[in-house]
């Protein structure tokens, strides 16, 4: 396996290097000189199959969860919790490969700060558990206490759900049920625009070309964050924290899901190399680039199926260095591609905090 990812490694370091050998003149992007038909119905067909796709399943999602906790907030039962549990765990991971690929914030500035407000994963500096656990103790009303987006966020109903407590022991207080209720609303309402945005409007198809650059550099900056953030934290493999592992860096570890997100990830980057990224890459002489994600991917998505146990239980195995390393891999090979399409690079932020 090694061996493979240093041969791919190579190769997209050679691709890098033979922009010149493609012909292409450092400005119109693609080789074509302009947006073809063919592009133009790749582009149609990656809007259907995955932006709107995941965007409607995540709303659905949304709902039945929010249903679920109206259910809990009228009876804190075992059953009750476990399937508000359950649901928001599917909501987390279909979160997570909508995130990935969020193109929104380059097409509206309205849809900018969405993201920022359904998560918070990695960005500012409050502790949520902490904050939580505060509002969950006291008595002041809680639409004045859950005003921050944090404490309103993905993470912050993770915790509510499954933070702080034992899987086999029901703690679910009637105010800690109120309050899953709050962050439920919250983010079905957030939800909502996204996929308002992406089922009523044509922004994606309508940028031609440059959706095919906002594209792939979200796909390069989704993958730099899940190696780094999701990945390289936990474990202790980033400058910022070395040879420091702490598996509460995960971003879902207090419902043990985060290789599940992660797995959610790559397959929406998956889908949509192959809804149409790929056969754009075949148009315009990457191909063999194109090629070579797919395979990384999967690849990936095979090594994260192969864990025996939650990561979350051993942040910093061999496994998850193969993972971190398999990730750098596709990072590199988006590069090429980005490259060999002729499309400029965005700067990559390198901290959330």
């Not at 859950?146 to 034992?166: D, H, I, K, P, V």
Request: charged share 20%.
């Amino acid at each position: 396996m090694m061996k493979y990812i240093l041969h791919v490694m190579i190769a997209a370091l050679f691709f890098i290097g033979c922009v010149d050998d493609n012909a292409y003149d450092g400005e119109s992007g693609l080789i074509s000189g302009g947006t073809s038909s063919g592009t133009t119905a790749w582009l149609q067909q990656i809007n259907d199959e995955v932006l709107v796709t995941n965007a409607s399943l995540l709303r659905d999602q949304a709902t039945m969860v929010n249903s679920a906790i109206v259910t809990l907030t009228q009876e804190q039962s075992r059953s009750n919790l476990n399937e508000a549990r359950q649901l928001a765990t599917t909501l987390f991971e279909n979160w997570k490969a909508l995130e990935a690929i969020y193109v929104a914030k380059k097409l509206d500035d309205v849809m900018i700060d969405i993201p920022a407000q359904i998560d918070v994963f990695n960005i500012g500096n409050i502790d949520i558990p902490e904050r939580l656990d505060a509002i969950f103790s006291g008595s002041s009303s809680l639409s004045g206490q859950l005003y921050q987006s944090a404490t309103r966020s993905m993470g912050a109903l993770e915790y509510t759900l499954f933070g702080n407590q034992e899987f086999d022991d029901l703690n679910m207080t009637q105010r800690r049920a109120d309050s899953a209720m709050i962050m439920a609303n919250y983010l079905q309402g957030h939800i909502n625009t996204i996929a308002d945005f992406y089922e009523n409007g044509s922004e994606f198809v309508d940028a031609g070309e440059d959706a095919v650059g906002i594209m792939i550099n979200q796909l390069i900056d989704s993958t730099y964050k899940l190696k780094e953030w999701r990945i390289g934290d936990p474990a202790g493999y980033t400058v910022k924290y070395k040879d420091d592992p702490d598996a509460e860096r995960l971003e879902y570890f207090h419902s043990l899901r985060s290789l599940e997100g992660m797995h959610a990830i790559l397959n929406a980057q998956l889908a949509v190399m192959q809804n149409g990224l790929g056969e754009i890459a075949a148009a315009n002489s990457a191909a063999s680039e194109g090629d070579a994600l797919v395979v990384l991917l999967q690849d990936a998505m095979t090594q994260i199926d192969a864990f025996d146990t939650a990561i979350e239980d051993g942040p910093s195995s061999a496994q998850v260095r193969e993972l971190y390393n398999s990730v750098a891999t596709i990072q590199t090979s988006y590069t090429a591609l980005i490259n060999a399409l002729n499309f400029q690079q965005d700067i990559i932020e390198a901290d959330g905090d």
